[in-house]
C-alpha cells in the first residue's frame, strides 16, 4: 500500500523537486537549505511552514547533527511528518446512527466524486448508506449524484428542481432514521449567489438537523482541491466564518499536482485531514496516513 501512495505521489513538483535537489547537490552546505526553501514553497508548503521547516533543520546542520546529506534528508523527513501527524484523525463513523456528514466545499473541488467515494468506502464495509442531494442550486449536481447512486445501490433522497435543501436534507435524515441507515452524506450548494446566501442556507441547513438529532452534523467535511495553492487555504478560511467546519478531504493530489498544500493546511489550522484523493477511482480516496503521505514524497 505504502508504494501505490508513491506511485500517485512521484509526480507532484514535491517530489520531483526535492529528488532533484539531492541527486544533484549532495553537498551540505546552507546553499542547500536555501534551494530547500525554495523547493518546498515552489510545492505549495507555505511560505511560513517552509521557512521554519528549513530554519530548524539549518540550526541541527550549525550543530552538526548531520553526517550528510542524506541524514538531512531523514531529519527533513521526520520534521514533515510531525507537522502532519497531529492532523491525521480518521473520521469514526460508528459512534451515531445515522452519523450525518454534510460535505462543504466551492463547485470543482470535487464534492460530489468524494461523496461518492465515501459512499462506496462505507456500503462495501457493510453500512448502510443513504445520500442527500442538497446541491439544488445545479440541476446538474442533482442528477450526477442520482445517476451515482443508482449505479451502485445507494439511494438518494432529492427534490425537484430549486427545491429548498434544507428541506430536502431534513427529509432525507428521516429516511435515514426510519430505514436505520448507519450514514447519511448530504452534498450541499458549493456556491450561490452571494457568501451571505451561502451563510443563510448552510446555517438553516444546521438548524434543521438539530431538530432531529440535536447532535448532528455529526461531521462537517470540506472538500478542498489541492492542486489550488494558497487558494485552498484561503477557501478554508472562508468557509469556517460560514460554518464549523470540523474535517478536511484534500483531492487531486495525484499526477502533477504541487503536493504541498497539505503541510500549509496542517500548519493554519489544524483541522482533521480525513481523507486525501489520489486519483479518480472509488479506492484511490485514501484515508490520511502522515507517513505514508511523507514517504510518497520523499526519494
Ligand atoms: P464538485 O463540483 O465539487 O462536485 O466536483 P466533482 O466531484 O464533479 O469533481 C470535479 C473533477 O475533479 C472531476 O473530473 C473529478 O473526476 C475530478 N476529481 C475529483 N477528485 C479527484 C482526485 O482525487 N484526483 C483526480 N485526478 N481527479 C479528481
Do not use: C
Not at 470540506?222 to 464549523?244: E, K, S
Amino acid at each position: 500500500a505504502r508504494r501505490s501512495w508513491r506511485e500517485r505521489l512521484s509526480g507532484s513538483v514535491f517530489s520531483r523537486g526535492i529528488s532533484t535537489l539531492f541527486s544533484r547537490h549532495p553537498k551540505l552546505d546552507d546553499s542547500l537549505l536555501d534551494e530547500l526553501e525554495t523547493t518546498l514553497i515552489t510545492a505549495d508548503v507555505g511560505i511560513e511552514a517552509s521557512t521554519s521547516l528549513v530554519e530548524t533543520l539549518r540550526k541541527r546542520m550549525h550543530k552538526r547533527e548531520f553526517a550528510d546529506a542524506d541524514a538531512l534528508l531523514r531529519a527533513l523527513r521526520q520534521e514533515l511528518i510531525a507537522l502532519l501527524k497531529p492532523v491525521q484523525t480518521s473520521l469514526d463513523i460508528a459512534g451515531h446512527k445515522p452519523f450525518v456528514v454534510l460535505t462543504v466545499g466551492i463547485n470543482g473541488a470535487g464534492k460530489t466524486t468524494t461523496i461518492g467515494k465515501l459512499a462506496r468506502r462505507w456500503r462495501d464495509e457493510g453500512k448502510q448508506v443513504l445520500l442527500a442531494a442538497g446541491d439544488t442550486f445545479r440541476a446538474a449536481a442533482v442528477e450526477q449524484l442520482k445517476t451515482w447512486g443508482e449505479r451502485n445501490q445507494v439511494p438518494v433522497i432529492s427534490q425537484g428542481q430549486d427545491a429548498d435543501a434544507a428541506s430536502v436534507i431534513f427529509d432525507a435524515l428521516q429516511a435515514a432514521r426510519s430505514r436505520h441507515a448507519d450514514v447519511l452524506i448530504a452534498d450541499t450548494a458549493g456556491r450561490l449567489h452571494t457568501q451571505g446566501g451561502l451563510m443563510d442556507e448552510l446555517g438553516k441547513i444546521a438548524r434543521v438537523l438539530k431538530k432531529l438529532d440535536a447532535d448532528a452534523p455529526h461531521e462537517v467535511l470540506m472538500v478542498i482541491d489541492g492542486t489550488t495553492g494558497q487558494n485552498a487555504v484561503n477557501q478554508v478560511r472562508q468557509f469556517r466564518q460560514i460554518v464549523g467546519v470540523t474535517g478536511l478531504v484534500v483531492t487531486k493530489l495525484d499526477g502533477t499536482a504541487k503536493g504541498g498544500v497539505v503541510f500549509a493546511l496542517a500548519r493554519e489550522f489544524g483541522l482533521p485531514i480525513r481523507f486525501v484523493g489520489l486519483g479518480e477511482t472509488a479506492t484511490d480516496l485514501r484515508v490520511f496516513d502522515a507517513e505514508a503521505y511523507v514517504d510518497g514524497l520523499l526519494p
